[in-house]
């Protein structure tokens, strides 16, 4: 079974899925299962931008967005076309 995913349950991941399947078994598409990672970097990148006068918020949010690039890419070259996290 495939579980379609809105923008907000991709940052619970797999639990949430599970918890809308009401208990079955879920089995997530490749594509999904690529874009929760980067999901989950997007908001921690945004929640590091917020206190941005720290200069560890931003050595942090400078690795983070390299870490979120180098995941882009390797989804790009899996699946032929960039990640689009915001229709998901």
């Known amino acids: 079974m495939v579980v379609r995913l ?4 991709l940052e619970y991941g797999r639990r949430f899925a599970a918890k ?3 208990g079955l078994v879920v089995r997530l598409s ?3 299962d ?3 990672p980067i999901a989950r970097l997007g908001k921690r990148i945004r929640e590091l931008l917020w206190h941005r006068d720290n200069p560890d918020n931003m050595r942090a949010c ?3 967005v390299r870490e979120q690039a180098r995941l882009s890419l390797a989804y790009e070259r899996r699946h032929g076309k960039a990640p689009n996290i915001k229709h998901v």
């Open 30 to 32: 490749p594509e999904i």
């Open 62 to 64: 400078r690795v983070l």
């Open 20 to 22: 809308k399947a009401a």
């Open 34 to 36: 690529d874009l929760i």
């Open 6 to 9: 809105t923008a907000s349950e």
